[in-house]
């Protein structure tokens, strides 16, 4: 049964700040009927959970600049992320903070920031109203500059500015208490680079059904082969080829790859057991799944190697039972997996891809 949405606001506002891995905020997600809150492996961007039937939309991110919360950290992988803000849009029909409606005409909504310092705002799409700060959150509405309609009232925490002193203090002393990592070891290298060869057996028959069936949506498309090359060109250094073994790409160039980081003894394991990651062409790096069986686990799910780095994503839009049969053929002994325990455990795994990648960089 539905939360009537007079209740929501007063339901949602004791989660501002939570962790994604609150129970509370997880048992709201599971009373609502929304995807469960979302896996942030970015800094950068905002990780949104959309309630269609209420009108409103949850927030998430890792970087939030208040004490306590700053700098951004990592636990088991992934960011420590954090409800940030939540939007109530024209269709919410609830109140807000038990006094305002979605309605609230602009003028009145100016008159009661004028109270507050730096209460309004404007930038070239948007005009915003604060019109209640209190206990570290702040309830602001917002009106198009363009037609004057009202676009969203949005509940948020309060932040520091960007260029506030006190986050290079508290990034300071976070690096100064942070354990250090200790540094890979890589499998010997021999003293040829690389060169193409066959895909593994279970890659060719992922082959095949790309030519014939198909992949679905996936943004995602297999080579014929493993290629040398990609790797070079993408970091300006021809030892990349050693770790990167290519054998997919995206629509937009981005490489798809085994990183040849597992060893016995310092000689190789078979590339299907190496972690995949992907190189995106606009910069994009993160990995994907711990090795070939999972990855073929989260293609089956339909869930694309871009999107997992780009945007954390750990759904798909449509399943693929095709590549399903194909990771239960060849590796029997995985079992099903589902994607967010997929994507959770490589990025707590090989989570220094990115370090190494600047590492490797020559340009």
């Known amino acids: 049964?539905?939360?009537?949405?007079?209740?929501?606001?007063?339901?949602?506002?004791?989660l501002l700040g939570r962790r994604t891995d609150d129970p509370a905020v997880i048992a709201f997600h599971a009373a609502r009927g929304l995807k469960s809150p979302p896996v942030v492996t970015k800094t950068d961007m905002l990780y949104d959970v959309r309630d269609k039937e209420a009108g409103l939309v949850l927030n998430y991110q890792a970087e939030v600049r208040r004490a306590g919360f700053y700098p951004p950290r990592k636990e088991g992988g992934k960011y420590v992320a954090y409800l940030s803000s939540i939007e109530f849009r024209p269709s919410f029909t609830g109140r807000i903070a038990g006094e305002f409606a979605v309605s609230l005409p602009e003028a009145d909504a100016k008159a009661l920031a004028l109270r507050l310092e730096n209460g309004t705002w404007d930038s070239p799409m948007y005009r915003g109203y604060v019109v209640r700060r209190v206990d570290g959150h702040e309830v602001e509405f917002v009106y198009d500059q363009d037609d004057d309609t009202f676009v969203e009232v949005r509940l948020q925490l309060e932040e520091l500015d960007d260029d506030d002193p006190a986050l290079e203090k508290w990034a300071a002393e976070a690096q100064a208490s942070a354990t250090p990592t200790p540094a890979r070891v890589f499998p010997k290298r021999g003293s040829r680079a690389p060169k193409n060869e066959p895909l593994p057996p279970?890659?060719?028959a992922l082959n095949e059904l790309q030519d014939g069936d198909g992949l679905g949506d996936i943004d995602f498309e297999m080579l014929a082969e493993i290629e040398a090359g990609g790797p070079k060109a993408w970091t300006g250094n021809p030892a990349a080829e050693h770790?990167?073994?290519?054998?997919?790409?995206?629509?937009?160039?981005?490489?798809?790859?085994?990183?040849?980081?597992?060893?016995?003894g310092g000689a190789a394991r078979p590339l299907?057991?190496?972690?995949?990651?992907?190189?995106?062409?606009?910069?994009?790096v993160g990995p994907v799944a711990k090795d070939l069986a999972d990855f073929l686990h989260l293609l089956a799910a339909g869930v694309?190697?871009?999107?997992?780095?780009?945007?954390?994503?750990t759904e798909g839009e449509t399943p693929q039972p095709a590549i399903a049969e194909l990771a239960r053929k060849f590796f029997p002994e995985r079992g099903d997996r589902d994607a967010q325990t997929i994507v959770l455990e490589a990025q707590r795994d090989y989570g220094d891809l990115s370090d190494r990648l600047a590492a490797l960089n020559k340009r």
């Open 243 to 264: 770790e990167f073994r290519v054998f997919a790409q995206d629509g937009s160039g981005g490489l798809v790859a085994f990183w040849v980081v597992q060893h016995d």
């Open 202 to 204: 279970a890659l060719a």
């Open 272 to 284: 299907v057991e190496q972690p995949v990651v992907f190189l995106g062409s606009e910069g994009e």
């Open 304 to 313: 694309g190697p871009y999107e997992v780095v780009e945007y954390g994503s």
């Open 1 to 14: 049964m539905a939360t009537p949405s007079d209740d929501l606001f007063e339901q949602v506002l004791p």
